[in-house]
């Protein structure tokens, strides 16, 4: 099973970037995907969240408002769109694979590698 997430970058603060996380070997529409972020030195945390269907999102409070998740199905593919970025964005964000919605790393069977945003000020 690979998830591939690319579309990270330097960007300056205000910014947008859109990443993708393209999966092979397990078909996205069964499960929820999730979005994760490690800075340096600190612990990864919940992004944002994708349900099976699309209909369900879920946000941490730091993002809501300016990222959104969304998949197709179709291109087996799934998209965090990040606008209004913030110096405290830069992290290395994970795309995650689970049975259902969740917020909580421990509930995902499946990880991407990374990508890594950087957002100056």
């Known amino acids: 099973v690979q998830l591939q997430a690319s579309g990270g970058g330097l960007v300056q603060a205000g910014e947008s970037l859109r990443l993708s996380c393209a999966a092979s070997q397990i078909t996205v529409a069964r499960y929820g995907m999730g979005w994760f972020r490690q800075a340096p030195g600190k612990e990864r945390e919940f992004v944002g969240v994708?349900?099976?269907?699309?209909?369900?999102?879920s946000y941490a409070d730091s993002v809501k408002g300016r990222f959104t998740a969304s998949r197709d199905n179709a291109r087996n593919t799934v998209y965090l769109q990040m606008n209004s970025l913030k110096p405290e964005d830069t992290a290395t964000y994970y795309c995650?694979?689970?049975?259902?919605?969740?917020?909580?790393?421990?509930?995902?069977?499946?990880w991407g590698q990374g990508t890594q945003v950087t957002v100056s000020s």
């Open positions: 994708v349900g099976l269907s699309g209909g369900y999102t």
């Open positions: 995650a694979a689970g049975p259902r919605a969740s917020t909580s790393s421990s509930d995902c069977d499946y």
